[in-house]
Each structure stands twice: as structure tokens, then as C-alpha cells.
């Protein structure tokens, strides 16, 4: 079974444009302003809450999605995989060392309960390495004694068969032999403790070990799907961001982007090329790119460029959900919230640091 993992807070989302961050010179007066907001709400007893939500899938190849299932870059509409609450986070305390509890914290995606293994996904393979690697290399081999790596219940005794090292400060307080930091041995050591999970895990697979890319790419049918489920302050606020950005580049590059966006959405296209001066005729003859795959339906799309209309959405659910406008204190904030099964979707699937797809078995 592929599951899905979403963080969407209980608070619900609230989102700065760029008039707003310029208007009240909010970044410009403080970088960290998110990180204070959460330290400040914490310190008043405002402890800041997180659903964890889950999407189940069966582990197959699901031939009638247009779509790869462990494409990062793609989400699971909620219409067809349902989301299910499983858990809840609180933070209840700020940190009292920020260097010794924040700066020395050593993740690891690679550490998993019995039952949890990981999926052919290329972001969560390549993170499954690198986080560990990372924290030895940042941190030191020995992270695992520092009190914040510790497990709870380890009470100062960890057990890695290492000794010394950076930040080495002291043995494994265990074994018979502390001078020995292996097993087997006949004068001593740790011994390994049994293993009460099955030898086999997941499914059995016969293969050939590749380098190639996703094969159902389908670069453009769900941008294109989210933006027409944005509201149209939303999608305002998209056009005048593509246009100051995209704007800064070459013209060769500014022409090439705004005929990505004719195979995404015509409206989308239409206004970011008058925004940048551009006019459909300037890249209709545009080619494709040597490496680049289009669907049937792009190829369609492609044939009537900036004449498609728009997309189907009829009963589409995707994350995120599309916020209601408010004036707060002068400022235009965009937030989710409300009481319905759908109301407290976010922007998760878009914050790829701590979403992660496994194998549940």
C-alpha cells in the first residue's frame, strides 16, 4: 500500500502577496518574521497544532492515471484518494538553547518503524541516503549522544557500536568489554538484540536496475487544473508575479516561458504575454525542447495554442483548497478554515521538506 503524508495545521494558511510584503515592509524589517510568529504564539500558551493526514493507494502500476504516482511534482486528487486524519502534532515549548536543541538536531528520514518501508519514490530514495550522511557530516558520527538525538527513553545509553570520532564523549555504557565495539567477539562486546521483524519485507520484484526518468511526466495538466481552481485574486496575484520575474530574464527565455504557460492555461498565458509584451504569434513556431514529452493531450492542446478554453474541473479536489480574501489590519490575507471535511487542506504538498511517501504494510 502507497501512502501519502500531509502536515496541514489547525490554524489554517494565511499568505502574503508581494504588495503586502513591500506595502508593510515585512520581510524587509524581518526575514525570520513566520519563525517569530510561531516562537511568540508558543511563549503565550497559543501552542500552534498540525493533522496529520494520510492518502492510501494501492502499490500497483494504476495504468488509468494519467499521471506517475511517486511524481513529486503531481498531487493525488482528494475526489479519488480521500484523505484520512491518523494522528496530531503540538508544539507545547520553545527551545531553552537554541544551538544545542535547534542547530544539533539531527534528522533522518531513514529511521522507520517496523512495518514502514520506502517506495520507488526518487526524491525519498535520494533523501533516505543523504539526511544521514548529512548529519555526520554536519553534526558528527557520534549525533546520536547528543541529548537532543537521543531516544527518549535511552537515558544516556546509546548503543552504535562507535567509538571515538568528533564530539566523541564517551563509550557505549554497554557490553561486557568497553574496549571492544563489536560483535561477535570472544572477549566481550555488545550483543545485537533480536530481530522480532519478519526477514522478508515488501513485495518480491524482478527487474533491471535503471537510470531513466518518470514516464508519465504530464507536465501541464495539473498546473493548469490548480489554476482554475484558484479564486481570481489568486490568480491575479500569479500574472503579476510571472510577470515581474519572468520579466528579468531574456527575451528569448521570457518568449519560451509564455509558451509553456499556452499548454497550461490560455487565460494564465494570455495576460502573463501582455504583461511582458509578448503576443501569441511571437511563439506559436516555438519547438519543443530535445528532451521534452508531451501527452496526447498536450500534442492536442499544442495544435490550437492559446485557443483551448479552459480545462475540466468538475468535481476536482486538490491541495490546496482555495482560501477566502480578507482585509485584516489594513493587510490582504488569504487563510483556510471552517468546520467541513476539505476545510483545513494547505499548501503541504508544495512544502516537500516534510512530505514523504512510504509503503505502509
Known sequence: ?????????K???KCLTEEDAHAHVIQGTNLGHAS???YDAIGRGEYPKWELQVQKMSDDEHPKLDFDPLDDTKVWPENEFPVRSVGKMVLTCNVDNYFNENEQVAFGTGVVVDGLEFSEDKMLTGRTFSYSDTRHYHISPNCQHLPINQPKQAKGVIATNRQGGLMSYGNDEVGSNLHVNYEPSIIGSLNEASQQRPEEVGPATSSWLTRQGISRVNYYKQAGQRFQLMQRWEQDDLVDNFVT???EGASVVQECMVWHLLLVNDDLSLRVGEGL???LEQVQSLEL???QVLTDEDRARLKRLGKNGVRDVKGLKMTPLRPERARR????WGWIEGDDE???WCLISLLEGIEERSRWR
Open 11 to 13: 490554524v489554517g494558511v
Open 277 to 279: 509584451g509578448i503576443k
Open 245 to 247: 520575474n519572468i520579466g
Open 36 to 38: 517569530k510568529d510561531i
Open 329 to 332: 489590519h489594513g493587510r490582504r
Open 1 to 9: 500500500m502507497l501512502i501519502k503524508y500531509h502536515w496541514s495545521p
Open 342 to 344: 476539505w476545510s483545513e
Open 289 to 291: 525542447l530535445p528532451s
